[in-house]
């Protein structure tokens, strides 16, 4: 079964701490997504990966940063937490960037930051 | 894309087939129609997509208007575990629009009762 799995389902930093968020993809597939999803505001797109080491803002990339090393893995960085960060974190993958490719989701990471 | 119209909530018994409606009166000739569903605390999952025929697969079944002006995502025997909000988009082929691009409405919620 192929999988997008995120490394933790629940987080709790404090203000001001650098946080690593990661996600891997077991399906070879050269784009991966990050992100947030908050009651009333649906997805919004943080970044998106269309392969190794390539990386495009989204919507809302204020105040992250990615990294994509290997076609597997598709980082995303809080360089210093605010608690206004505090949400739902998705990582996705697809055969292709646009959304008629259909996505695959992570389990999501629900970040706290206090 | 065009706008997507789907019930806020429907009950279902279990082992019964959940029978979930779409409008989209405005889709155009190169959208297609996606179904994915969200789970509660859990990232979406996709469900079946489909353009202008009928599609058929291990989860569920779409239907599509002729017309092209609503579809219907049947999930032929409900199962407790599909207890979740599913959403209807349409999302377009014409490449360089929608990378990304995922905007889920209030979608449906689907409550399967034993």
């Known amino acids: 079964d192929v999988k997008v799995t995120q490394s933790s389902r629940y987080l709790v930093k404090r203000t001001g701490e650098k946080v690593f968020l990661e996600c891997v993809q077991d399906?070879?597939?050269?784009?991966m997504f990050w992100y947030r999803q908050d009651p009333g505001l649906g997805l919004r797109l943080i970044y998106f990966?269309?392969?190794?080491?390539?990386?495009e803002k989204g919507d809302i990339p204020e105040g992250y940063s990615v990294s994509r090393e290997k076609k597997e893995r598709f980082s995303l960085i809080l360089e210093s937490a605010s608690t206004n960060q505090t949400s739902m974190y998705l990582c996705?993958?697809?055969?292709?960037?646009?959304?008629?490719?259909?996505?695959?989701f992570g389990s999501g990471t629900r970040l706290t930051v206090v | 894309d065009a706008k997507t119209t789907q019930p806020p909530s429907m009950d279902c018994a279990e082992g019964r087939a959940a029978n979930l409606p779409c409008n989209h009166s405005?889709?155009?000739?190169?959208?297609?129609v996606y179904w994915y569903r969200q789970i509660h605390s859990q990232g979406p999952q996709y469900i079946i997509h489909?353009?202008?025929n009928n599609e058929t697969n291990e989860m569920a079944s779409l239907i599509i208007t002729e017309d092209r002006k609503s579809s219907t995502l049947i999930l032929p025997h409900a199962t407790l575990r599909d207890t979740a909000v599913y959403y209807c988009?349409?999302?377009?082929?014409?490449?360089?629009?929608?990378?990304?691009?995922?905007?889920f409405g209030q979608g449906t919620i689907l409550t399967v009762h034993p």
């Open positions: 399906m070879d597939h050269e784009n």
């Open positions: 990966s269309y392969d190794v080491k390539m990386k």
């Open positions: 489909g353009l202008k």
């Open positions: 996705a993958s697809s055969w292709g960037t646009e959304a008629y490719y259909g996505y695959t």
């Open positions: 405005t889709i155009s000739g190169n959208e297609y």
């Open positions: 988009i349409a999302v377009s082929n014409a490449g360089g629009t929608s990378y990304g691009k995922l905007t």
